[in-house]
């Protein structure tokens, strides 16, 4: 995934008007590679990038992207807490 800004998005942004409860990521993006090393065991590569507004909203926007790989990770490898 890839944000870009461009003049479509202004326009829009413009649009919609202030919204307090909205901040708008203007350029970043993310990526994520897997690949199987054997049987057992797979490399997963995640990164992101985004330019933000503030150190604290950087900070939330890293807590809101991480939530992706955990969950892609508990499709691949769901936890076996239970033997039966």
Not at 12 to 27: F, Y
Request: aromatic fraction near 10%.
């Amino acid at each position: 995934m890839t944000i870009a800004d461009s003049a479509a998005n202004a326009r829009n942004r413009e649009a919609e008007g202030p919204q307090s409860d909205v901040q708008w990521i203007l350029e970043g993006g993310m990526y994520m590679t897997a690949v199987e090393v054997d049987d057992t065991a797979i490399d997963v590569v995640f990164d992101q990038w985004a330019e933000c507004l503030s150190e604290k909203y950087g900070c939330e926007l890293y807590i809101d992207w991480i939530r992706f790989p955990v969950a892609t990770e508990q499709h691949v490898s769901p936890a076996r807490l239970l033997k039966f």
